[in-house]
């Protein structure tokens, strides 16, 4: 998603990260992905007792983006090229305008564990998209776009999302925006490192915040203080601090270790929504979500393998 050819521990306090090491913050990184990560889906459930869908979306990511733009300048980061920012206004309504905000759109009819387990189908798109630009899936990579799409058949077949039908198409075509999204991004000349996270989310918000006005969305004038401490939740730890952790392990350990938050999330989520409020998880959900996980790890281990 995201360049990190900068360093993020510019993000971070530079005594703290000279002290604590790779060794130390590597694992902390992995375990705040896995964690919040995995827990934003029903934070955003909970947001949305309060607050409708792409407004919900367009004040998380437009008051990140603003902290996150206006702390980058402060420690003399440049800032983005126009070019950039174009770049970076077209990945962000791929990414996180159609991305989040139809994930937000579907909570409002699914569960936040059902949706993550949806939106893991994420890399089989992204394999499939990376075909337009001449990189053909490999035998294996085909296989593993095979189970998953059929993970994705299962999934529907479940009755969290077999009655939801809108539902389920915002979170496939919300995962496939993502892949679209980060296949294209990568051919581009995009902002570096976390200034790359704040233009997008800064475009996103814009995008989010239209739509939202425009299909007559209004902010609560009474939000519930649970809501309301979910949003906040959600921009500062989901938006900042989690991002920054996938790229300080994206720059410090192999692209596999980085991205295996993708495996983790799905369950995560589940677990969290069981838990905390009290969600159902059916067979077929379960089984859709071990076939998709199931493709996404043969795609992974045949890319390494590549």
Known sequence: MSDPSS?????????????????????LSLLTLYVVWGSTYLGIRIALESYPPFLLAGVRFIAAGVALYAFLRWR?????????????????????????????????????????????????????FGAMYGHWPTRRESVGLLVGFAGVVVLN????????????????????????????????DMPT????????????SVALLGVGLASGETLPSEP???????????????????????????????????????????????????LLAGETVGPFDLAGMAIILGGVAVITLARKKR
């Open 76 to 128: 003399g980061h440049a800032p983005p090229t126009w070019l950039q920012w174009r770049n970076a206004a077209i990945t962000g309504v791929l990414l996180l305008g159609f991305g989040n905000g139809l994930v937000c759109f579907a909570e409002e009819r699914v569960s936040s564990g059902i949706a993550a387990v949806a939106v893991s189908s994420m890399p089989l798109f992204a394999a499939a």
């Open 7 to 27: 360093s993020v521990t510019a993000a971070l306090p530079v005594p703290l990260a000279d002290r604590l090491g790779p060794r130390v913050l590597i694992p």
């Open 224 to 274: 519930t203080a649970r809501a309301t401490l979910a949003l906040a939740y959600l921009a500062v730890f989901g938006s900042i601090v989690a991002f920054s952790a996938y790229l300080y392990v994206l720059k410090h350990a192999r692209p596999a270790v980085a991205t295996s938050y993708a495996y983790v999330n799905p369950p995560v989520a589940v677990l969290f929504g069981v």
């Open 193 to 204: 490192g976390p200034m790359n996270t704040a233009a997008q989310m800064l475009c996103a």
């Open 157 to 188: 077949l479940g009755s969290g999302l077999s009655g939801e039908v809108i539902g389920a198409i915002a979170l496939l075509t919300a995962a496939a925006c993502w892949a679209f999204g980060s296949v294209w991004s990568r051919r581009q």
